[in-house]
């Protein structure tokens, strides 16, 4: 069956096409942060139901991008400076314990991934340091298969997991900071692969301390994130 051209989408694929929509939307700043997220606007804008929204905005809740309010409906999550800090302090955490898992049981394979996830966000970087900021949404998808791919090897499903939960709050604060640093971030990138290729767990380390905390401080000098929540 087929609605206006296209093969229409099963309930369970609606589903998580919302989810990911309002997801995209909040790490975009699409939804700004603190905004009451009304069904009535929400069924309009995303063409959804109000149980399907509600599932979405329930999954979001759990990822804490949006807060659920007694009697009051759903927000999306405000951020802040303290807010900041404290999911660049835990991805530090949760990053560099997985690195020296993933730099110890790596596989000519999981070489091979590294260097192709650097290549695609090389590229992406390049564009962006060229003033060419029409790819955001693909520079950050490619941010995080790096540093996905960076940690793979490190045979834990719930390491992964809580990073790309953690990368994902991280990402959305920076989106809607605008604190992107190409010039920087490219040899920090490239650094970061090399220390990967050498199985250097020192210097990757201290680069991704250095990469998280440069882009920490650049993100609380641009002034675009409130100081308290």
Not at 157 to 175: G, I, K, N, T
Not at 205 to 222: D, E, K, P, T, V
């Amino acid at each position: 069956m087929t609605t206006g051209g296209r093969m229409a989408e099963a309930p369970e694929n609606l589903g998580e096409t919302i989810y990911q929509k309002l997801r995209i939307d909040i790490m975009m700043g699409v939804l700004s942060p603190g905004q009451r997220l009304r069904l009535d606007a929400l069924k309009r804008d995303y063409a959804a139901g109000a149980s399907t929204l509600r599932e979405a905005l329930s999954r979001l809740v759990a990822e804490r991008f949006v807060i659920a309010e007694d009697q009051r409906g759903f927000k999306v999550a405000p951020i802040s400076e303290s807010g900041l800090r404290d999911i660049a302090a835990l991805r530090l955490l949760i990053e560099e314990h997985a690195l020296a898992l993933s730099f110890a049981a790596g596989t000519l394979d999981w070489e091979a991934a590294v260097i192709a996830a650097h290549h695609q966000l090389d590229a992406h970087e390049d564009r962006l340091e060229r003033g060419d900021t029409s790819g955001l949404a693909a520079w950050r998808e490619s941010d995080w298969k790096f540093h996905q791919a960076l940690i793979s090897a490190c045979n834990s499903r719930v390491l992964m997991q809580s990073h790309a939960e953690v990368f994902d709050r991280y990402l959305r604060y920076q989106m809607i900071a605008l604190a992107f640093r190409p010039a920087a971030s490219r040899p920090e990138h490239r650094a970061l692969m090399e220390a990967a290729l050498r199985r250097d767990t020192a210097a990757a380390s201290s680069m991704l301390r250095h990469h998280i905390n440069a882009g920490l401080a650049q993100a609380i000098a641009l002034g675009n994130l409130p100081a308290d929540q």
